[in-house]
């Protein structure tokens, strides 16, 4: 689902809640799709997909109400507004919990342009206060948020399936610095009925750095060979459709002491499978980048393609120390 490009919206509700009001604004019709519409919940959905900040998570029940309705959607297309109105309600419900004043509730369904899968996206729109000038006098409106401005709770969902480690992409961030637990507690336990589990992105940087401590910690009784051997494999399956700890630790690691010391060691820092679908993105990123750690926390770093260049590293004294010797023409402290 991150690695969503192109989209295409193709039905769209908004659901309305005040708590003033004696019953929630709920559409009973789909909006029409204008040119401008369409392309500004295009653009929140895009940046839904694309912001750092997001999570993963796993429906707690095929029998959840988002996870009912959201698989209805992808099934039966010609139901979305009657899903989407179960959708509302059950928001309604839940919101009607916090101390929230006023908001809106986007649900949208789009396509992946690149696959044809079929997702919805359920985005919390929280008005913002904004002025017109109407004759001489200022008029204050409440507008919804534009692409620039990153929603504070969202959820990009697909139908709930076994074989998929997560169902959703989600953002759940305060509002503001008094909001109340309930509120924050309402969008993923209340509303979506889910519960979070690690990133792809989380876990392969995971892997990468807990290897690099693992092999300094076991530095003496690791031989430099399989050090360099770990540290390559483990950077190269980061961008490989698969990541399989324990196949590349049994490749590498002949002693069973070690190999089952290390892949503990990334159980016991978090990391949830030892087979996995790494952040591939964000491992190449990383990768275009090394970075010598030395004693007492002093760092060597700089492009992979060129730092082997200026940085020589001298075989392991008698004494397991490891020489470096930098050779540089433009040279300054910072």
Not at 269 to 287: H, I
Request: net charge negative; with cysteine; proline share 3%.
């Amino acid at each position: 689902m991150q690695s969503i490009e192109s989209i295409e919206l193709t039905r769209l509700a908004i659901h309305g809640y005040h708590n003033m009001a004696d019953e929630p604004e709920i559409a009973d019709s789909e909006e029409v799709l204008s040119d401008g519409l369409r392309h500004f919940f295009e653009e929140h959905i895009r940046n839904c997909i694309k912001s750092t900040s997001s999570k993963t998570a796993k429906f707690i029940s095929s029998n959840a109400t988002i996870s009912n309705c959201v698989a209805a959607i992808i099934e039966k297309p010609d139901e979305f507004i009657e899903q989407s109105r179960v959708i509302g309600m059950w928001f309604a419900h839940q919101i009607e919990k916090s101390s929230q004043m006023q908001t809106f509730l986007a649900v949208a369904a789009f396509t992946d342009l690149d696959t044809e899968e079929r997702f919805v996206a359920l985005m919390k729109m929280d008005p913002i206060k904004a002025y017109v000038k109407r004759g001489s006098k200022f008029e204050s409106i409440q507008i919804f948020p534009d692409a620039s401005r990153s929603l504070n709770r969202y959820a990009i969902v697909r139908p709930t399936n076994d074989n998929n480690r997560y169902d959703l992409i989600f953002r759940n961030l305060q509002s503001s610095k008094d909001e109340d637990s309930a509120t924050m507690q309402m969008w993923l336990e209340g509303f979506l009925e889910a519960e979070e589990v690690a990133t792809p992105r989380q876990m392969t940087q995971l892997v990468l750095k807990e290897t690099e401590k693992w092999i300094a910690q076991n530095e003496e009784e690791l031989d430099e060979e399989s050090a360099s051997q770990l540290r390559s494999a483990v950077r190269t399956f980061a961008q490989s459709e698969e990541m399989d700890i324990e196949a590349i630790a049994t490749n590498i690691i002949k002693d069973e002491i070690q190999r089952e010391e290390y892949i503990g060691r990334l159980l016991d820092k978090g990391l949830t499978e030892t087979s996995f679908e790494p952040d591939r993105d964000w491992a190449m990123r990383a990768s275009k980048k090394t970075t010598y750690l030395c004693d007492d926390g002093v760092q060597i770093s700089g492009p992979s393609d060129v730092i082997d260049d200026v940085v020589q590293i001298l075989p392991k004294t008698a004494d397991r120390k490891t020489r470096v010797v930098i050779e540089t023409r433009k040279f300054q402290q910072k």
